[in-house]
T-cell receptor, first 116, second 112 residues
Framework: KAGVTQTPRYLIKTRGQQVTLSCSPI?????VSWYQQTPGQGLQFLFE???????NKGNFPGRFSGRQFSNSRSEMNVSTLELGDSALYLC???????????????FGEGSRLTVL | AQRVTQPEKLLSVFKGAPVELKCNYS??????LFWYVQYSRQRLQLLLR??SRESIKGFTADLNKGETSFHLKKPFAQEEDSAMYYC??????????????FGQGTRLTINP
């Protein structure tokens, strides 16, 4: 079974630009979560999607947005990039059983964004 | 609010010595706690969860609701245990949906 796939793996942008990151979950997983990982802040929760609906959102500004498609693939978008947005963005998928997450997240390798 | 605190950013022990990675949480409901691990050049992955009460790679963790702690322990550290360890809490966010909140992580280094 293929793991969580994230594209692109690396990208460099300049301040003010926008970026779209993509995530393909494990087949059968309907929940997709996004995290920002930085050396100083660790893993910060961005948002979680299930059946194309955003169910949870972390404390990030509105420049950070996402969506999920009917095939459970997800994208996140960051507009008006700032230097502080440089980070590893991790996507994770999870099996959803009976209304509850199983708690086990399967992570992708991440998309490393550098903002210059 | 859901919060996970890992007080040690770095922890270094010698091979064969006991290891304890501390984790404290704050959550008003009944939490589910997890330990995730990230080895060098590998993906973040689940190590163990409290509900299973299992021992993985010699590691155990006991949920102490009185002290709101979920410390990870191993009696004899191995060099391959060197990694980044994250404690995580699963609680309920808005719309009743669960979300996983992570601590800031502890980098464990096992010295030969």
């Amino acid at each position: 079974k293929a793991g969580v796939t994230q594209t692109p793996r690396y990208l460099i942008k300049t301040r003010g630009q926008q970026v779209t990151l993509s995530c393909s979950p494990i087949s059968g997983h309907r929940s997709v979560s996004w995290y920002q990982q930085t050396p100083g802040q660790g893993l910060q929760f961005l948002f979680e999607y299930f059946s194309e609906t955003q169910r949870n959102k972390g404390n990030f500004p509105g420049r950070f947005s996402g969506r999920q498609f009917s095939n459970s693939r997800s994208e996140m978008n960051v507009s008006t990039l700032e230097l502080g947005d440089s980070a590893l963005y991790l996507c994770a998928s999870s099996l959803h059983l009976g209304g509850s997450l199983t708690g086990e997240l399967f992570f992708g390798e991440g998309s490393r964004l550098t903002v210059l | 609010a859901q919060r996970v605190t890992q007080p040690e950013k770095l922890l270094s022990v010698f091979k064969g010595a006991p290891v304890e990675l501390k984790c404290n949480y704050s959550y008003s409901g009944s939490p589910e706690l997890f330990w995730y691990v990230q080895y060098s050049r590998q993906r973040l992955q689940l190590l163990l969860r409290h509900i299973s009460r299992e021992s993985i790679k010699g590691f155990t963790a006991d949920l102490n609701k009185g002290e709101t702690s979920f410390h990870l322990k191993k009696p004899f550290a191995q060099e391959e245990d060197s990694a980044m360890y994250y404690c995580a809490l699963s609680g309920f966010g808005v719309q009743g949906a669960q979300k996983l909140v992570f601590g800031q992580g502890t980098r464990l280094t096992i010295n030969p």
